[in-house]
T-cell receptor, first 111, second 114 residues
Framework: QKEVEQDPGPLSVPEGAIVSLNCTYS??????FMWYRQYSRKGPELLMY????GNKEDGRFTAQVDKSSKYISLFIRDSQPSDSATYLC???????????FGQGTTLQVKP | DARVTQTPRHKVTEMGQEVTMRCQPI?????VFWYRQTMMQGLELLAY????????DSGMPKDRFSAEMPDATLATLKIQPSEPRDSAVYFC????????????FGSGTQLSVL
């Protein structure tokens, strides 16, 4: 079993839709959770960072962690064509600095 | 605008040839990571360094891959001999081991081994 599992999609939505992206992880000891966004032919860039459980909001983006079910989510409100990218969840086991990534979900927002 | 610089951006080579990829981390960052990205496996951690010392290279095929940091401004990933299954995008990322510091990724080296 992989440490982080993510449905690769692709996911296609109309502009303005609410998008929900999800990952599951295997080790309940993980405490640091991140979402990265990767545009085509670019390196990943950090979008959201969450420690432990709960929600974190940044503009149209909300990151949610449910440690009881080992489930992390990213919600995008009022999605825009510029949000079209691959979204990768990542965990940082034990403040090591290294990240373990999910497979990435490819999102397309159609005008 | 500080950024991680990777060279070359693209590399096409023949099976059996040596490939060297270079990375210049952001000035002041003390952690450097090498990742490989493929459609099948996603982003896989190959190796990482803290203060130029290798901490974990368990994700790297030891018989053909090697990673080094000759100095604080240069990290290298070498494949010798290269094989078609090594075709992938190789990313370098740098960061700081202060709690909460994010990783900054380079634009990657697209490697094709024929």
């Amino acid at each position: 079993q992989k440490e982080v599992e993510q449905d690769p999609g692709p996911l296609s939505v109309p502009e303005g839709a609410i998008v929900s992206l999800n990952c599951t992880y295997s080790n309940s000891a993980f405490q640091y959770f991140m979402w990265y966004r990767q545009y085509s032919r670019k390196g990943p860039e950090l979008l959201m960072y969450t420690y432990s459980s709960g929600n974190k909001e940044d503009g149209r983006f909300t990151a949610q962690v449910d440690k009881s079910s080992k489930y992390i989510s990213l919600f995008i409100r009022d999605s825009q064509p510029s949000d079209s990218a691959t979204y990768l969840c990542a965990i940082e086991p034990g403040n090591t600095g290294k990240l373990i990534f999910g497979q990435g979900t490819t999102l397309q927002v159609k005008p | 605008d500080a950024r991680v610089t990777q060279t070359p951006r693209h590399k096409v080579t023949e099976m059996g040839q040596e490939v060297t990829m270079r990375c210049q981390p952001i000035l002041g960052h003390n952690t450097v990571f090498w990742y490989r990205q493929t459609m099948m496996q996603g982003l896989e951690l190959l190796a990482y360094f803290r203060n130029r010392a290798p901490l974990d290279d368990s994700g790297m095929p030891k018989d053909r891959f090697s990673a080094e940091m000759p100095d604080a401004t240069l990290a290298t990933l070498k494949i010798q001999p290269s094989e078609p299954r090594d075709s992938a995008v190789y990313f370098c990322a740098s960061g700081s081991d202060r709690l909460g510091e994010k990783l900054f990724f380079g634009s990657g080296t697209q490697l094709s081994v024929l």
